[in-house]
Antibody, heavy 120, light 108 residues
Framework: QVQLVESGGGVVQPGRSLRLSCEAS????????MHWVRQAPGKGLEWVAV????????YYVDSVKGRFTFSRDNSKNTVYMQMNSLRVEDTAVYYC?????????????WGQGTLVTVSA | EIVLTQSPDTLSLSPGERATLSCRAS???????LAWYQQKFGQTPKLLIF???TRSTGIPDRFSGSGSGTDFTLTISRLEPEDFAVYYC?????????FGQGTKLDIK
């Protein structure tokens, strides 16, 4: 069955960097777009970024553009989010999600998430 | 950016009642690229509806979606105890693929 396992979260000071990973299994990884969606404590869902199946295209929410970089390694069935210049408002659970095959913009299958806390 | 506004913020109903949740977009959503998710406390979101009205695999038929353009609705025909949760709409027609702020459905 589809499994998505995020890792790399933790506590980091403002201005520092962190790299999240999401390892996928149970499906043909290279055939699907992948997403990151975040949820601040007690708040709603915020879509963060998507990467195409071959990694050639990425799109981001404005609040992370220029700071976050989404990449993937199809040989390792893994996506990454490099997060630089972190801000307090980036504190959230970060979910990795696989898109629906027929709709690359739709997060369909979600991982359990990894918590990122940005605090001095 | 397409802004999605859900209403109401909180809906208090009893099991067996009908729930109607609204999602309004700041501009027309192309090709009905509108989805609904359910999130229970401490759990990951679950996709209920995509394409505005297509139920995802395994979703009971008491859940239905409708609408087009800028106005969309999620209807739960007869509430079961397990339906009390937070519901989000999301548009996936144009990046950034925004979510609404959520509607909390709680037990009256």
């Amino acid at each position: 069955q589809v499994q998505l396992v995020e890792s790399g979260g933790g506590v980091v000071q403002p201005g520092r960097s962190l790299r999240l990973s999401c390892e996928a299994s149970g499906f043909t990884f290279s055939a699907y777009a992948m997403h990151w969606v975040r949820q601040a404590p007690g708040k709603g869902l915020e879509w963060v970024a998507v990467i195409s199946d071959d990694g050639s295209n990425e799109y981001y929410v404005d609040s992370v553009k220029g700071r976050f970089t989404f990449s993937r390694d199809n040989s390792k069935n893994t996506v990454y989010m490099q997060m630089n210049s972190l801000r307090v408002e980036d504190t959230a659970v970060y979910y990795c999600a696989r898109a629906l095959k027929a709709a690359a913009g739709l997060p369909f299958h979600w991982g359990q998430g990894t918590l990122v806390t940005v605090s001095a | 950016e397409i802004v999605l506004t859900q209403s109401p913020d909180t809906l208090s109903l009893s099991p067996g009642e009908r729930a109607t949740l609204s999602c309004r977009a700041s501009q027309s959503i192309s090709s009905k690229y509108l989805a609904w998710y359910q999130q229970k406390f401490g759990q990951t979101p679950k996709l209920l509806i995509f394409g505005a009205s297509t139920r995802s695999t395994g979703i009971p038929d008491r859940f239905s979606g409708s609408g087009s353009g800028t106005d969309f609705t999620l209807t739960i025909s007869r509430l079961e105890p397990e339906d009390f949760a937070v519901y989000y709409c999301q548009q996936y027609g144009s990046s950034p693929y925004t979510f609404g702020q959520g509607t909390k459905l709680d037990i009256k």
